[in-house]
């Protein structure tokens, strides 16, 4: 697929097939996120691989699914993430690195996705125990974990009619995520132009 069929395509996943994801490619997508940029090229951010089943399973009770769809949508027993990439901010070299880690993580959602790979950035996070979980010092913050493994599930943008962006379960149990059509978002050479 090209790149903006990737970009397009992509979407969050919450259901997951409990195949393995080799770790040489839970490597490659780290490389991915190490590859963006950093604001003044201050690089504070570091990366944690979970692949091994009973830490994973440790971790995926730390986390919150699905605002808008739960708890249909919440990963049920045999969909779970097989694998998480938790990204972590050393504060002695930069104390809120917001903007590098979210271009960090967009390059592993992408790089994922270019790998049929399903994920799903979250925010939503036990951050005390899973600072316990993975024994992170003190002087790191825990910013986001990236649930990871083969989509069992096929989620489904599309432009929202009108205000609302909540995304949704059809009766067919399909996800839908509506986006601001991109007439409604655009402006051309001054606010209020339409393109």
């Known amino acids: 697929m090209d790149f903006l069929e990737l970009i397009k395509s992509r979407r969050s996943v919450r259901q997951f097939k409990q195949e393995p994801v080799d770790r040489s490619t839970l490597v490659e997508l780290v490389e991915l996120g190490r590859c963006a940029p950093a604001g003044g090229n201050v690089q504070s951010l570091e990366y944690i691989i979970v692949d091994q089943p009973e830490i994973a399973s440790r971790i995926f009770e730390q986390l919150a699914w699905g605002g808008h769809v739960k708890p249909r949508r919440n990963p049920g027993e045999g969909q779970e993430p097989v694998a998480y990439i938790v990204v972590v901010v050393d504060t002695t070299i930069k104390k809120n690195a917001t903007d590098d880690a979210a271009a960090a993580i967009e390059n592993i959602l992408l790089g994922a996705w270019s790998r049929q790979i399903g994920s799903c950035w979250l925010g939503s996070i036990n951050r005390d125990k899973v600072r316990a979980i993975l024994s992170i010092p003190e002087n790191y913050k825990i910013d986001s974990i ?32 509506p986006k601001r059509p991109l007439k409604k978002i655009t402006h051309n050479n001054k606010f209020g132009k339409p393109i």
């Open 146 to 177: 990236i649930a990871l493994g083969l989509p069992a599930e096929k989620p489904i943008m599309e432009d929202c009619a009108g205000d609302d962006t909540k995304y949704y379960l059809d009766d067919n149990d399909v996800l839908h995520v």
